[in-house]
Nanobody, 123 residues
Framework: QVKLEESGGGWVQTGGSLRLSCTASGHTYHTYGMGWFRRAPGKEREFVAAISQNGGRLYYADSVKGRFTISRDNAKITTYLQMNRLSPDDTAVYYC????????????????WGQGTQVTVSS
């Protein structure tokens, strides 16, 4: 059992930055690929970024590539999402996920979700 809790969301102006954190509980965190997803108002949840168990493989959605950086610290059982050059299109609830990440970046499935954290970017 893994429990995930996000933090770091909030309000920011266009061009600003935020760093999201996802802290896990449980002893199996290091066995999971970790991902960030988001759901904008009126839209389906979409993939944002993912990182392999040891942090050696990183994957990003085209819409955030070059602006967002995913990382993890297994000793602190925490996953991060550094978001730079934010735009109103990034406004969404951001969810942390623990699941299976395949080579090549395919997210096979999610075993655990966090509760989500709101990010609002004003123009």
């Amino acid at each position: 059992q893994v429990k995930l809790e996000e933090s770091g969301g909030g309000w920011v102006q266009t061009g600003g930055s935020l760093r999201l954190s996802c802290t896990a509980s449980g002893h199996t965190y290091h066995t999971y690929g970790m991902g960030w997803f988001r759901r904008a108002p009126g839209k389906e949840r979409e993939f944002v970024a993912a990182i392999s168990q040891n942090g050696g493989r990183l994957y990003y959605a085209d819409s955030v590539k070059g602006r967002f950086t995913i990382s993890r610290d297994n000793a602190k059982i925490t996953t991060y999402l550094q978001m730079n050059r934010l735009s109103p299109d990034d406004t969404a609830v951001y969810y942390c996920a623990a699941g299976t990440l395949l080579d090549g970046g395919n997210w096979l499935g999610t075993d655990y979700w966090g509760q989500g954290t709101q990010v609002t970017v004003s123009s």
